[in-house]
């Protein structure tokens, strides 16, 4: 039977992995003019309209590779949570915050799409969304090493 706080550690390792390489991808195909939409779904959906729009760069950087450098920086700091040390816990609070962090900015990414914009990027929503799974299972983590 594999124990619960492993089971959520690979979930964890898993999922941002999948962030990484899914923008990863993303700035791949950006850099090389191809299609950045991974599903395009309707009529509704169109990545280049999201990334084209004037909330498509933050800092004066597109959003896709600030989100890169994002989420390896929180797989870095994840990392730092699973080597058994004496600052682990203060690791885990401060991995804790960025994830709270990260699902806030995927909230409000997913409210400026449906509301602001009025269309949708597959690729966005499903980063945002896995995002937020991120945080969720991190504090599901973090309670059952308590």
Do not use: P, W
Not at 67 to 95: M, P, Q
Not at 115 to 143: G, N
Request: proline fraction near 0%; hydrophobic fraction near 45%; aromatic fraction near 16%.
């Amino acid at each position: 039977m594999v124990k619960k706080s492993n089971l959520t550690k690979t979930t964890l390792f898993i999922l941002i992995l999948f962030l990484i390489a899914i923008t990863g991808y993303i700035v791949y195909a950006d850099c090389t003019g191809k299609d950045t939409c991974i599903v395009e779904s309707s009529k509704m959906s169109s990545c280049d309209a999201v990334s084209r729009s004037k909330y498509g760069e933050i800092f004066g950087i597109k959003l896709n590779h600030f989100g890169l450098l994002a989420f390896t920086g929180l797989f870095i700091i994840f990392l730092g949570t699973t080597v058994n040390h004496k600052y682990r816990r203060k690791i885990h609070h401060i991995y804790l915050y960025v994830s709270i962090l990260g699902s806030i900015f995927a909230t409000y990414f997913i409210y400026l799409q449906f509301f602001v914009l009025k269309t949708v990027c597959s690729s966005c929503l499903i980063i945002d969304t896995t995002m937020i799974l991120v945080t969720i299972v991190s504090f599901a983590d973090f309670f059952v090493r308590k």
